[in-house]
């Protein structure tokens, strides 16, 4: 049976479907020697090539899929590759045992905490698409003492360059001379939309946290650049978290 090229190679653990489309779009991935088109279908016997490099498609969705979380140190990047020479996230995670890591989302580099990985490509689509609704929450520190009357705006909504935007909940959890920390959910994944966020009612974020995606807390005995292989049962549950009810 074929199904389009962005869900088999997802599913087989080969990238996420955002990432097989910009494949397409370059024109990177052949089926049977012709070039790829967005709508394309292929099923797993047929000869699919990435940069000339036949894909094995013979480990289908059937096989045991991978979560890992990962706890991101400030400077590294989620990317596989930086221009800059920048370290990124991939280069301490430990090889998978099929197919490859696919990040779920992303960190600035000047974010911290957790991050995700998986193998299976369509898990890391659902979680990240904006159907899901997956909440992400980050412990964050501004540099000032917000008001009540900034707060309010973050939950009620605040026009963006790419759309209103809000917090679901804004808890402070302290305050010092000239810093004050709050602990904040949403349940989108926006570039930068915590900092943007908090930027918008006049405060500077000067440490970003993230401490929960869905289900899955960051651990507390784990340190940053530490990493660790999810059991089967919180994987069960993230996979739980973005499936839509039948």
């Known amino acids: 049976m074929s199904v389009r090229l962005q869900k088999l190679l ?6 996420s479907r955002r990432q097989v489309e ?17 709508g394309d279908r292929a ?27 990962y ?27 099929h197919g490859r890591w696919i990040v ?3 960190l600035d580099v000047n974010t911290s905490g957790l991050l995700l990985f998986s193998t299976d490509g369509d898990l890391a689509h659902r979680l990240m698409h904006p159907s899901s609704g997956i909440e992400r929450e980050y412990l964050v520190r501004v540099r000032g003492r917000p008001d009540p009357g900034a707060v309010g705006q973050l939950l009620r909504g605040i026009p963006l360059d790419d759309g209103l935007a809000a917090f679901d909940r804004v808890v402070e959890s302290s305050a010092e001379s000239g810093n004050a920390s709050y602990r904040v959910v949403l ?10 966020l908090w930027e918008a009612v006049g405060y500077e974020v000067s440490r970003l946290l993230r ?3 869905g289900p ?25 978290a973005c499936t839509p009810p039948a």
């Open 10 to 15: 997802a599913a087989a653990g080969l990238g």
């Open 22 to 38: 910009q494949w397409i779009t370059e024109g990177r991935l052949t089926v049977a020697g012709r070039v790829a088109k967005l």
């Open 43 to 69: 099923g797993p016997a047929d000869e699919v090539r990435l940069d000339g490099r036949r894909l094995d498609l013979g480990t289908p969705e059937t096989a045991a899929r991978q979560v890992l979380l």
């Open 71 to 97: 706890y991101k140190p400030v400077g590294e990047v989620t990317t596989r590759r930086d221009p800059q020479g920048r370290p990124t996230v991939f280069e301490r995670l430990p090889p998978p045992a």
């Open 104 to 106: 779920v989302g992303r």
């Open 187 to 196: 349940h989108e994944g926006r570039n930068r939309e915590v900092r943007r």
């Open 211 to 213: 401490i929960r995606y």
């Open 216 to 240: 899955i807390e960051l651990p507390q005995d784990l340190r940053p650049g530490q990493w660790r292989v999810l059991e089967g049962r919180s994987v069960a549950r993230l996979a739980a």
